[in-house]
C-alpha cells in the first residue's frame, strides 16, 4: 500500500501577510477556550504580534502538549505588542448561552488590547462566526488555529489561562477533579457528579439531563 503523502507545511503568515498587504498595521489574531465543558468559564484571548514573526513551536493550541503549551505561554507574552484574555462566567453562559458568551468573553479579551487606533487593526477569529460588536475590521478563518500564527498564539493563550483557572477550581471543589478533566465530561466527571450534585461552577444548562 502507497504510504500517504506528507501534508504540505503550514505558512503560518499566510493570512497576516494578506492583511498586511492591504494596508492593515495591526493583526489581532482572537480564539477562545472551553465551549464544551460542564463547568467552569469560557475563556478568550486576543493577540497582535511583531509583523513577520513566528514563534518556534506554535500551534493549534489542541495539537500541543500541556507542558509545551505551557513553556510557550510566556514566550508568546513576551513576544507580543499587546495581548488580552478575557473570560465569560458560567453564569453568563446558562444566561446567554455558550455562544453568545464565547462572543463576550472574545469582545473583552479585544477591548483589553492597549494598542491604537483601531482603524489600523483588523482582528482574525477563528472559527466561521464573528462576535458582533468588535470596533474594527473583522474576519473569519475557518480552523484559524492551525493556520494563522496570530490565531494559534491567542488559541494557546487562552488554553493555558482557562486549565489554569480549572486547577484553582480543583483546589475549592476536589471532588469533581477539575484539575484532570478541566470541566469535560469525563465518565469519572459525570460519576463525582452523580455522587456529588452539581457545583456552583457548573453549567446548569449543560446539565439538564444529567
Partial sequence: MPKKAPEPPVDWLLYERACIDEGFKYICGVDEAGRGPLAGPVFAAAV???QNLIIDGVNDSKKLTEKKREELFDIIREA????SIAA???REIDEIN???ATFLAMRRAVEGLNIDPYEHHIIIVDGNRM?????????????????SMSIACASILA???RDRYMRVLDEKYPAYGFAGHKGYGTAAHYAALRQHG???VHRA????NL
Fill in 98 to 100: 455558550i455562544l453568545q
Fill in 131 to 147: 462576535p458582533p460588536g468588535l470596533p474594527c475590521e473583522c474576519r473569519t478563518i475557518v480552523k484559524g488555529d492551525g493556520l
Fill in 48 to 50: 497582535i504580534l511583531p
Fill in 198 to 200: 452539581v457545583s456552583p
Fill in 205 to 208: 444548562t449543560f446539565l439538564k
Fill in 88 to 90: 465569560a462566567t458560567e
Fill in 159 to 161: 488554553k493555558v489561562a
Fill in 80 to 83: 507580543a505588542l499587546s495581548y
